[in-house]
């Protein structure tokens, strides 16, 4: 008999998917700016996600999920400004984890073509640069340009970087956007 209530303790407790977590949560009738407020609380005392157990993050996936269905997608805001991280699925230094430490990431778009990630951990910034192309209204090919690292705010070295991918933007507004790259950033 124990088994079996380890067995149903082990299945209660299985990870949820983000369409299972989603009928769960009482969405109907939320207003756009209450979902955004729900990701943000969601997403609080993760570091930038790095602490989510996948209880956490299938439940911002939903609330993201709910929030992306409801905007138009051809009514998107530019890329302009600078953005905080507040959550996101991968685990390396995309999320600003630097070896057991997770700094504050934020990506600054310097024109229509360039912008910047980096990352603070006390004097410490590594920012990578690079840009941008458009494919369609969602998505964009992304190119590294160069990799910088500076130390209470001088330039130690910048290096040319390799490599890139795809983001595809599932929402944006003036004050928060949501994309896949393929990995859930917010």
Same mark, same amino acid.
């Given at each position: 008999?124990?088994?079996?209530?380890?067995?149903?303790?082990?299945?209660?407790?299985?990870?949820? =998917?983000?369409? @299972?977590?989603? #009928?769960?949560?009482?969405?109907?009738?939320?207003?756009? /700016?209450?979902?955004? +407020?729900? $990701?943000?609380?969601?997403?609080?005392?993760?570091?930038?996600?790095?602490?989510?157990?996948?209880?956490?993050r299938a439940t911002v996936a939903a609330l993201c999920d709910e929030l992306e269905a409801r905007q138009d997608k051809q009514l998107f805001?530019?890329?302009?400004?600078?953005?905080?991280?507040?959550? =996101?699925?991968? @685990?390396?230094? #995309?999320?600003?984890?630097?070896?057991?430490?997770?700094? /504050?990431?934020?990506? +600054?778009? $310097?024109?229509?073509?360039?912008?910047?990630?980096?990352?603070?951990?006390?004097?410490?910034?590594?920012?990578?640069?690079?840009?941008?192309?458009?494919?369609?209204?969602?998505?964009?090919?992304?190119?590294?340009?160069?990799?910088?690292?500076?130390?209470?705010?001088?330039?130690?070295f910048e290096k040319d970087m390799k490599g890139g991918g795809a983001w595809k933007l599932r929402y944006v507004d003036e004050d928060l956007?949501?994309?896949?790259?393929?990995?859930?950033?917010?």
């Amino acid at each position: 008999m124990r088994w079996l209530t380890l067995a149903v303790a082990a299945a209660t407790t299985r990870a949820l =998917t983000p369409t @299972q977590v989603r #009928s769960q949560l009482a969405l109907t009738g939320e207003t756009t /700016a209450a979902l955004k +407020t729900q $990701i943000i609380k969601a997403a609080k005392g993760t570091r930038n996600g790095v602490d989510a157990d996948e209880r956490k993050r299938a439940t911002v996936a939903a609330l993201c999920d709910e929030l992306e269905a409801r905007q138009d997608k051809q009514l998107f805001a530019p890329l302009t400004g600078e953005h905080s991280l507040v959550f =996101t699925t991968v @685990q390396g230094g #995309s999320s600003g984890k630097i070896g057991p430490f997770v700094g /504050a990431v934020t990506q +600054t778009f $310097i024109d229509d073509v360039k912008f910047e990630n980096s990352v603070e951990l006390g004097p410490l910034r590594l920012a990578l640069q690079a840009k941008r192309t458009p494919k369609d209204g969602q998505t964009y090919r992304v190119d590294f340009e160069s990799l910088g690292v500076e130390l209470f705010g001088v330039k130690l070295f910048e290096k040319d970087m390799k490599g890139g991918g795809a983001w595809k933007l599932r929402y944006v507004d003036e004050d928060l956007r949501i994309m896949d790259t393929p990995s859930l950033f917010v």
